[in-house]
């Protein structure tokens, strides 16, 4: 029978251990007895040979219970892992030695500790909190031992160490002794930052060595011996580690909780300026006590066998020979026609004129450190302004960070602190936000600004005192040394529409090939003129060396381009081709009647219409196609990390007609489609499969693919574990004739008793009934019992959300029936949420929540 001492752990892996003492803080002789977890009885029982063992640390107030989950995942899947996780002296339920245990100590102490236990082979080291860097040290100690590092929030952080506001207090001399030793306010508070809180059994388990004031002397002297300042006796110490970190080789894993008011972001910063070859994961949500949080055993082993494994990435063959996203401008340097417009206020810059800006721009930049390698983060409209700030980056090899306000304040906060940028630009509005929320970067103002709102704003440089200080030295001949193709270039973000936005690293060589992409699938050759109305497009335009112009709109806000802007836009480069949103093109379909003649004239010269963002129906594209009657039009399909995937025209749609989804066309240009079959519970497989008609996530291979997530290691994982392939998350299928038919995502489908249900295709039947305006298919109830549920919007637009009027649901249940599906209700609302980048995207996991709760008798609010 199995006996737990605590909750989650059994009686087996707790053991005692008397370890000499080699510290100079005890008399020589001195022994004291450890308190272990210790699973290498059980895996003798097993019969299991130990690949390595996992030296497992706890900080402070905390004991080895908080490694738990490491030794059950072991337990539960046979793996050959012996997990040591330690109570460090004067903690938990190791002994009470009555000495001032220093942090040198402590890294002392612990390898006397391996020594008595003879650990022989590999050692991973898994650190939290103070006992990170106490890990650290004892790694720098054994390198001949170390095989990896596992590091979970904490601080390796010298020069300039500020202590974080909870443990300033903590370390007060008129709360310390109250607060960290004569009560239990130290440990309580600590327990209170979980995400999710503790269930009480186990904030009793973190409580139980700590009980009496004498048991916490060691989580009083811990806080005490926090380095703050340079005079500190632990300091030399701190130091020491902090410098021989960067000594480290082996791999290592950052796993942190962003929420952490104690380790914040800096802190993994700073970490990885030490290690910057780790692999990290960011959990959105997750605080300090990451592994109460969040199940890490499950990503530290996938880890582990990742790194004993030969991965087979297998990139898709770039169509062209490399060639950098800047050649095009720097083949144009005695060019004087038009290269970037900008609509409000007007301006024009030539391609000699954009060449010259970008490499004053990346002097200036040079000039107040920006390095190959650095992020910088680029607050900055679509314009003259942002184009020649992302090639001044290009041209230096620092890496821009795109990551707009369409995100919203949170969601675009949340962005910039996850990608950790060394400098932030931006106009007046970024920088305070920045200001206010304490966003990272050096902070450059995008125009001029007084003396006092620098100071207030934290602003150390413009972009107009970088272009001064750069044309000096550009005219002297400054030499850019080029980026390599395979170092990273950008970080862009998701639009968050289907959970936290996701920062999606290219590397150069990705970036051109999505540039050689698009031109060879749209023949957008040189002297081409764009009209940009769709954000990511922006960027694009010099590397293919079409002019291009920002309509007057807010593009983090498509439904504000009207018709009268395109038109306008379009006539100042005389353009060829316009890029927009769905949103965005509906928007101009119903300010249409406000066009004159001349910009009628204008529109009917465009050659190539492109919608991107989300599919578009064909009845919207039928009125696009009046609008430009001599334009191609196309709505391509992608996202943020493979961008274009596949392509369709209106004469494709036409031609595809209904079917189970939206109809998405062929590949594009050097990409690959594949569908990962879903099994009966709505699984995808791990075979990339071809078959007609047969429905899966779906798959891409293409050289314009994403190099990676941005810190998102298990994402990342996740995305590439089938080699070779990207999973997009999206749910599809490919008919007879190779068209791709995309019926929902991954997230949406609906586990019914009749088995895995994607949404798309009863959604699209919904909104065929009279009165019927966008619907969505939402699951209510528990996996494999799942009712579906039609939340959709009316026409009149429903003035309140509840239950659809009789008649109506009626209609609908019967227009979805023939799909296989059986509708259980039908809600109405006023207006479906959506994604705020594109204005299209049905947030269906936040309606399902509300009809969940609407369903239950709940109070009926807005979803």
Request: with cysteine.
């Amino acid at each position: 029978m199995v006996t737990e001492i605590f909750p989650g752990v059994v009686r087996q892996y707790s053991r005692r251990v008397q370890v000499a003492s080699t510290s100079t803080v005890d008399p020589t002789g001195t022994s004291h007895q450890w308190h272990l977890l210790d699973n290498e009885s059980e895996l003798a029982d097993k019969g299991i040979t130990p690949v390595g063992t996992l030296l497992c640390v706890h900080g402070n107030p905390t004991w080895s219970y908080l490694w738990r989950g490491l030794l059950n995942h072991v337990s539960e899947n046979r793996l050959p892992w012996r997990v040591i996780a330690v109570d460090q002296l004067d903690m938990g339920f190791s002994a009470r030695t009555g000495v001032f245990r220093r942090l040198a100590d402590r890294v002392n102490d612990l390898g006397d500790l391996t020594n008595t236990l003879e650990i022989t082979g590999e050692v991973t080291t898994v650190g939290h909190d103070w006992g990170g860097i106490i890990s650290l040290g004892w790694a720098v100690a054994h390198q001949d031992q170390l095989a990896n590092v596992v590091l979970t929030n904490t601080a390796v952080h010298p020069a300039g160490f500020e202590l974080p506001a909870a443990l300033r207090l903590a370390s007060h001399p008129a709360v310390h002794s109250w607060g960290t030793k004569s009560t239990d306010a130290f440990l309580r508070t600590t327990h209170a930052l979980a995400h999710p809180a503790l269930k009480p059994e186990v904030r009793k388990a973190f409580m139980a060595p700590y009980t009496q004031a004498s048991r916490r002397t060691g989580v009083a002297n811990f806080v005490a011996d926090i380095p703050f300042t340079e005079e500190h006796p632990s300091r030399p110490a701190l130091d020491a580690i902090s410098e021989s970190v960067r000594s480290l080789k082996v791999p290592a894993l950052l796993l942190w909780g962003p929420k952490d008011p104690v380790f914040s972001d800096r802190y993994l910063r700073d970490l990885l300026f030490r290690l910057p070859h780790a692999d990290v994961h960011r959990f959105e949500g997750a605080g300090h006590l990451l592994p109460e949080d969040r199940d890490i055993a499950v990503p530290v082993f996938d880890w582990l066998a990742a790194e004993n494994s030969t991965g087979n990435l297998g990139r898709a063959e770039a169509l062209t020979a490399y060639r950098p996203m800047l050649a095009e401008l720097d083949s144009r340097t005695t060019d004087h026609s038009a290269a970037v417009v900008d609509i409000n206020p007007p301006q024009t810059l030539s391609w000699s004129q954009l060449g010259r800006r970008v490499n004053d721009l990346a002097a200036g930049l040079a000039q107040i450190g920006v390095k190959p390698g650095d992020r910088v983060n680029l607050l900055v409209p679509p314009g003259i302004e942002l184009t020649a700030l992302i090639y001044a980056c290009l041209r230096l090899g620092a890496v821009i960070v795109v990551a707009d306000a369409g995100l919203g304040t949170k969601g675009l906060g949340r962005a910039i602190r996850g990608a950790g940028p060394s400098y932030l630009i931006g106009i007046d509005r970024a920088l305070t936000g920045a200001r206010v929320l304490n966003w990272p970067g050096i902070r450059i103002a995008a125009g001029e600004m007084s003396a006092a709102k620098r100071k207030l704003l934290g602003v150390q440089h413009t972009i107009g005192e970088l272009l001064e200080s750069g044309a000096g030295a550009a005219a002297g001949g400054t030499d850019f040394t080029p980026a390599g193709p395979d170092a990273d270039a950008a970080v862009l973000f998701t639009s968050g529409s289907t959970g936290p936005a996701k920062g999606v690293v290219y590397t150069h060589r990705q970036l051109a090939a999505m540039r050689d992409t698009l031109r060879e699938t749209y023949n957008l050759k040189a002297g081409s003129a764009l009209v940009a109305g769709f954000a990511p497009f922006a960027l694009l335009g010099p590397a293919l060396g079409a002019t291009s112009v920002t309509p007057d709109m807010d593009v983090t806000a498509p439904r504000t381009l009207t018709a009268s802007a395109l038109a306008d836009a379009a006539a100042a480069v005389n353009a060829t081709t316009v890029f927009a949103s769905p949103a965005a093109l509906a928007n101009v379909l119903d300010t249409k009647d406000s066009l004159d003649a001349s910009q009628l004239k204008v529109l009917a010269g465009v050659s190539l219409m492109m919608s991107a963002g989300a599919p578009i129906p064909e009845p919207l594209m039928a009125k696009v196609q009046e609008l430009v009657p001599q334009a191609r039009v196309h709505t391509p399909y992608g996202m943020t990390e493979a961008l274009p995937v596949t392509d369709i025209d209106l004469d494709g749609i036409r031609a595809a007609g209904s079917g189970n989804g939206v109809c998405v066309g062929t590949p594009v240009a050097g990409a690959r489609v594949a569908i990962a079959a879903l099994d009966a519970e709505g699984t995808a497989g791990s075979e990339p499969l071809q078959t007609p008609n047969l429905t899966g996530e779906i798959l891409v291979r293409a050289p314009h693919v994403k190099d990676r997530y941005d810190r998102l290691w298990i994402t990342e994982q996740l995305s590439t574990s089938i080699p070779g392939w990207h999973r997009t998350g999206d749910v599809g299928h490919l008919d007879e004739t190779g068209r791709l038919w995309v019926e929902g995502r991954m997230g949406h489908v609906l586990r019914t008793p009749a088995g895995a249900t994607t949404p798309v295709a009863a959604e699209q039947a919904a909104e065929s009934v009279h009165g019927a305006g966008r619907a969505a298919l939402v699951g209510v109830g528990p996996a494999g019992t799942q009712a579906a549920v039609i939340v959709m919007e009316s026409v009149p637009s429903a003035r309140r959300a509840g239950p659809a009027p009789e008649a109506l649901a009626r209609a609908v249940r019967a227009a979805v029936a023939p799909t296989g599906t059986e509708v259980s209700a039908v809600l109405v609302v006023p207006d479906l949420p959506t994604d705020i980048r594109h204005n299209s995207k049905i947030d269906r996991a936040k309606l399902a929540s509300w009809a969940t709760i609407t369903l239950a008798g709940g109070r009926i609010g807005k979803p």
